[in-house]
């Protein structure tokens, strides 16, 4: 079985140019438009990597983040931004994302980190209850 990496994003063309890039590796890319059809998503199936943008129509980031911490505990967040900065980038990997994708999308640099994330053991996730 592949896999699966879950693409939050209100822009489908973004999606059709993921699944392209993605096509030669060994990975299952899914597409919603927003929070809450991830949230239906992630009911339904496990994900090694959530793909999310830092801005969408009903929520961020965070939200993916804070619901993957409890509906895919072992899912890492990757976060994408057209205005992608080393600050937003530290902020997002101290609050818990995996790692950030800069837009516009760069296919070796797509492959590779996606590659990496899935090919990981699942995380293990801590909770901040228990630092």
Known sequence: MRPAVLFVSPH???????SR???PLPLALEHVAGLEQARA????Q???????EARLPDGSWLDV???ARDAAPGARILVTDLRADA????EALNLGAYDLLVQPFDKSEVRRILSHACSRPAARQVSRAAL
């Open 87 to 90: 600050r937003f980038w530290a």
């Open 21 to 23: 890039m993605l096509r």
């Open 41 to 44: 998503k992630l009911g339904l």
């Open 12 to 18: 489908p063309e973004d999606a059709a140019l993921l």
């Open 46 to 52: 496990d994900y090694a990597v959530i793909l999310t």
């Open 65 to 67: 983040l804070s619901l």
